[in-house]
């Protein structure tokens, strides 16, 4: 939730049982505005084997549905 994401989940990853995204700050899109690069955030995770689910769980500025398929799409790796 906190800090370097990403040697954060390779460190804990068989502890975790699932992800939620949501940009930083805010908790809007997982665009260009957010702090989190998520496109890098989703290899890690995919690239540890973790088979659980991930959540899409963000407040839109926009279009909900154009902003959910933006996201799916960022998190398709």
Known sequence: M???LIATIRQ???RIGHFHTGGVPGR???NGTQEVQWDGVMRVIADSGFRGYVAHE???TGDPLVSL???ADLCDV
């Open 2 to 4: 906190e800090g370097d």
């Open 12 to 14: 804990n990853i068989q």
């Open 28 to 30: 809007h899109e997982l």
């Open 58 to 60: 963000f407040v839109p």
């Open 69 to 71: 398929r933006e996201a």
